[in-house]
């Protein structure tokens, strides 16, 4: 069976990283909780440092799909919004 992971890339603004990192962090405590979620990871490229990418893996792509259609979803990944 193949792994199925869920991810994001942004491009936060220069002086917002730290609350980039503390929404991102609020967002993840969220979909933490949902069944089938893995532990979520938050990486930062060395070379360009406003470039951020998460991962997460999920127990099956039925779980990683049913959170992405729950209503709160659509103004969760949003996450953040502003950057």
Not at 4 to 26: H, L, M, P, R
Not at 33 to 42: D, K
Not at 60 to 66: G, I, K, L, R, T
Request: charged share 15%.
């Amino acid at each position: 069976m193949a792994e199925t992971y869920t991810s994001g890339t942004w491009i936060v603004n220069a002086g917002e990283e730290d609350a980039f990192v503390q929404e991102w962090t609020a967002f993840v405590r969220w979909a933490s909780e949902m069944p089938g979620s893995g532990t979520f990871r938050l990486v930062r490229d060395v070379d360009q440092p406003n470039h951020y990418m998460s991962f997460a893996p999920w127990e099956s792509f039925d779980a990683q799909q049913a959170w992405k259609t729950l209503p709160a979803f659509a103004s969760a990944s949003g996450c953040p919004s502003s950057l």
